[in-house]
Structures are given as C-alpha cells and as structure tokens.
C-alpha cells in the first residue's frame, strides 16, 4: 500500500474517530496539537540563536567589522533585510491580511481556514529577522505556528468548521504558552484576541515605508535604518532581553534620559522594522517599552516624593510592562497573567492590574481601532465582539488561498 493510500484511510479513520468520540477525540486532536506546537516553538527559537550567530557574530562581527568596523552590524542587518524581503516577496507574496489579524479573520470568518503551506517561509523568513537584530518580537510568528498548525491538523482530519475554529484557537494558546512559558495567558490571549472575546483589540499606527520601492530593497533599507540607530542604542537590536533583565533586576544603573530614548526608539524602529518588511510581532517590543517607560517614570516619582512613599523603580518598571502590552493588545488579562506568570511576583498584582486598566480606557479615547481588528475593517470585515459572523465570499477567499 502506497504511502498516499495510507494517508486518505488515516484521514478517513480519523474523521469517523473524531465524529464517533466527540470531545474525546478533540482532546486528543488538541493534545496532539500542543505537543507539535511547542515542538515547532523549540525549532523555531534555535533557529533565531542560528541565525543570531550567522548575521551578528560572523557575518558582522568577523567579516565585517574588521573592513568597515561598526557599520558591519549595519550592513549585515540590511542583508538580512534583503533576504528576508525576497524569501516573502518570492514565496509569500503581498498579504492583505497577516500575522494576528490573518489568524482572526481565517478563526472568525472563515471557519478555521488558514494558508498554513506559507508557515514555513514565514518562520524562516521571521527567525532571519530576529536572529539578525530587527526591532520586532516572537510573539507573532508563534502565535502564527501554532493556528496554522491547528489548521493544517484540522485538514489532514477534516474538522468541521465549528471545531477547527477551537483547534486553531488552541493551536495559539500552546504556543504562546511555549514561546513565554505563560500558559494561563495564552488561554485568555486566545479568548480575548483569536476568539474576538469583549476586549478590543487597538495599537499605534505603522510606519510604512515608499510602496514603490521592489520589496528586497525596501526590506534592506528598514535593516540599514534599523542598524544604524543600533549603532547609538544597541539596546534596541532583537528582543532586547538582556536590557529588560538588566533594568528589571536593578544590576545596571540607567539613566531617566537613556530609558526614554530606549522606549522611543524601540517604538519607531519595531514601526521601521515591521512596516519594511521584517518579519515579527509587537509582544515583545511592548514588553521592552513599557519596562522602560515604567522604570523612567519610577525614578522620577522616586526624585520628586518623599522617600519612603513610592517603591523601586524595578515595580513600576514591571506595572510598565503589563500597561503597554494592554494598551497595544487590547487584551488585559492577557497582559495582567503573562506580566505575572514572567515575574511570579504576586505582591504586584493589584499595581499591574489597576494601571493596566487605566491604559485600556486612557488609550481606548484616542484610538478605537488599532492593529489587529484595523487590518480587517481595511477588507470591510467588522467583527461583533463575542460572536463570529458569516462572510461568504471572504470564506470561500480563504478556502481558495489554503489549497
């Protein structure tokens, strides 16, 4: 029996399990699922320390550097920039609808569906990006892993819509969970953001580079821009981990005037970053500029109130982190857990949860929609929070684009 042939009865086997045992079957579907997802999480963070090493430590660091001296981070970044813009422009193509805001209209409209035979460039494409110092996060390729994932499992079993809709939510969850060792965020990330639960979801506006630029170029002129603000605020440069446990664990001593221009920067450049191209989310780009924004703000309360009324600057640096994640995302309890679950610090649990609230209603007045959900009212889809709805022809889009 040939190996296609076997295939079809696993299919077909599968299918009638899953009909016959009901939710017994879609916990083994989803357990199945979370093993192959953090499986592919693993992958896909050894692909970004191998990638780290190619670009910034022999390409830059031995080759470079010793011809151009510092702008050898510079160059390396741009053709990082140019390889990743050709991987997307070549396999991937013009997206009208990616990352997170892909994952929720294929969930919400389109039963499941997603172009997961993309997934593989795309990982590839965001592990080059990460590894070589673009200003984005993992978040979002993981959070892509995972769905496409769930919904290339859905059509090797043929789920129906209802129930790929939950695998494929699940599928976001294990890998969040994976990717920040966060679990309980990851299940509320998937009811608040892929599932279109109450919260909406807003962030800040993308810049976007000159749309008549051949995509490879454009990549590599965010890369050069990128590096080259590296070059005055290295800090910057990847997930900026490292900063984040240096401010948060108090070990270096950062000035009021470095941690803003920190935040800004990475504003502008994770913007520069993703609008050219790069491959990547804004999780962690949140993260890093709200402990630097919060760390700030605790050294100037600190400066001006009496000692003994205000904490460290370390607690406001870490309220930081759940308030901006809040304000970009739209999900607080996402942020509220994930803060928690990286710190394990419940004494600051009320601090995180009461300024994470007020950024939701401070940034919900000046931006109603903002990074997901404004990608799809681009398309004319407008989700009613809490419920999906039905969009025909945008389904049978997607059922077209995952062939």
Not at 240 to 252: C, K, P
Not at 311 to 337: D, F, H, K, N, S
Request: glycine residues 14%; hydrophobic residues 55%.
């Amino acid at each position: 029996m040939n190996l296609l042939r076997r295939l079809h009865l696993l299919r077909g086997t599968g299918w009638r399990l899953f009909r016959i045992g009901g939710l017994q079957s879609l916990l083994i579907l989803a357990t199945l699922l979370g093993v192959g997802a953090a499986f592919a999480i693993w992958v896909y963070r050894e692909l970004i320390d191998f990638f780290g090493v190619v670009f910034r430590e022999q390409l830059a660091g031995a080759w470079l550097s010793p011809i151009v001296g510092a702008l050898g981070g510079v160059l390396a970044l741009a053709l990082a920039g140019a390889l990743v813009g050709w991987l997307m422009g070549r396999f991937v193509g013009d997206e009208k609808v990616h990352g997170v805001a892909g994952v929720i209209e294929g969930v919400n409209v389109a039963g499941g569906r997603l172009p997961y035979r993309k997934l593989p460039v795309k990982a590839l494409s965001s592990s080059i990006s990460l590894g070589a110092g673009a200003s984005t996060g993992p978040e979002d390729p993981s959070v892509q892993i995972g769905a496409n994932l769930g919904s290339w499992l859905c059509a090797l079993f043929r789920v129906d819509e209802d129930h790929a809709r939950l695998l494929v939510a699940a599928g976001v969850a294990a890998a969040v969970a994976s990717a920040f060792k966060a679990p309980i965020a990851g299940v509320f990330f998937a009811l608040e953001v892929v599932l279109n639960g109450v919260f909406e979801a807003r962030s800040f506006s993308i810049i976007v580079l000159a749309s008549v630029v051949p995509r490879p170029a454009k990549t590599a002129l965010a890369g050069a821009i990128v590096g080259v603000v590296g070059l005055a605020l290295p800090g910057i440069l990847g997930i900026g981990r490292e900063e984040m446990n240096a401010v948060l664990g108090g070990r270096d001593s950062y000035a009021v005037g470095l941690l803003l221009a920190l935040g800004v920067a990475k504003i502008v450049m994770t913007a520069v970053s993703i609008g050219g191209g790069f491959v990547g989310g804004v999780f962690a780009p949140s993260l890093f500029v709200g402990t630097m924004f919060g760390a700030a703000y605790g050294h100037i309360i600190g400066a001006v109130m009496p000692t003994g009324w205000v904490g460290v600057p370390q607690e406001y640096a870490i309220a930081g982190m759940a308030a901006v994640m809040a304000g970009v995302v739209r999900a607080p309890m996402t942020a509220v857990l994930i803060v928690f679950e990286l710190t394990n610090d419940y004494r600051l649990i009320l601090p995180i949860m009461l300024t994470t609230v007020i950024c939701v209603l401070v940034a919900e007045r000046f931006e109603r929609d903002g990074l997901y959900l404004k990608s799809l009212k681009k398309l004319g889809i407008v989700l009613p929070f809490g419920r999906e709805i039905e969009c025909p022809q945008i389904s049978f889009a997607m059922r077209g684009r995952c062939r």
